[in-house]
Each structure stands twice: as structure tokens, then as C-alpha cells.
């Protein structure tokens, strides 16, 4: 590898970090839009967490799980930082890994990125359904359901056309 490439690689990974810096902090403040339920809150940070996934790749999750985890701190829920830190990123990685295909078949990326979205938020919802019947039983976790695809069908529908929207130089 030559120096020249090796300085391009380098610019590039910082570029990606930078860009990840900036996502986490979006994350965070999307999470931080907040609307109390019973046992937590809803946010906007999804729909942030798809929108990163597309633009930047598998590298999402660490902003979403940063940017949550961090949210979770903020608002005083320790309980849920490392649970939300494992969702969220998995939802970044999940959504990107979906979204990537988007790229490649511009005829399907509608689709490629409302199933992105889907799968994505179904990993939130069944995740922290998991992580509260281990933590309140199955009655209480039952009852943030219906808030998390509350949540879930807001981000899809924020971030799918904003993923169209928004026009990014792409560089390879």
C-alpha cells in the first residue's frame, strides 16, 4: 500500500468517525425528544438511528447505541443504558445491513428501506419486551408494547423519506 493510499484510508476512517460523532450526538437529542409512558419514553431517536443506518453503513451502530445509552443516562433510567446500548445498536447494524441492498436496486429502495425500518423496530420492540419480562414480569412489559410500535411506526415514517430527501455526496 503506498503512502497516498494509505493517507486516503486514514482521511476516510476519520471522515466515518466524525460522521459517527455527529450521529450519536443527532441520536441522543432525537432521544431526548421524549413523551413519558408508564414504564419509559417514547423519542424521535429512531427514526434518527435508520436515517444514520442508511447513510452510514453497518458503522450505525455505534451512534445508536451511544446516542440511546447516553439518552437512558440523561433521563435517569440506568436500568435500560446497557439493554438499549445491545437494541439500538442492533437496530443501526440491522436497518444498514437491509439499506445496503436499497443502494445496489434503486427500483426496490422504497421497499428495501420501509423493510429496513421494519425489521429494525421489530428488534426494539421484541427486545425491550425481552429485557422487561426479565426485569417486571409479562403484564408490566405488555404495557409498553403498544408505545414501542407507537414509536416505531413514527420513525419509520420520519425517516424513510427523509433518506430520499436528504442528498449526501457518496464517496467509495
Partial sequence: MSDNERNNKTKSNLRLIAICGIFAALVFIGTELRIPTAIGYMNLGDAVILVASYFIGP???????????????????????????????????????????????????????????????????????????????????????????????VAVVIAVPLTFAIKVRRQK
Avoid: C, W
Avoid at 125 to 150: H, L, P
Fill in 59 to 153: 458503522a450505525a451502530f455505534f451512534p445508536a447505541a451511544i446516542g440511546s445509552a447516553l439518552g437512558d443516562l440523561i433521563a435517569g433510567y440506568p436500568v435500560y443504558i446497557a439493554p438499549t446500548f445491545v437494541i439500538k445498536g442492533l437496530m443501526g447494524l440491522a436497518a444498514s445491513l437491509i439499506m445496503a441492498r436499497s443502494h445496489v436496486r434503486n427500483v426496490t429502495g422504497l421497499l428495501m428501506r420501509l423493510a429496513a425500518g421494519v425489521v429494525a423496530e421489530l428488534i426494539m420492540v421484541g427486545g425491550y419486551f425481552a429485557f422487561e419480562v426479565f426485569m417486571y414480569g409479562k403484564e408490566a412489559a405488555a404495557g409498553s408494547v403498544a408505545f414501542n410500535f407507537i414509536q416505531a411506526g
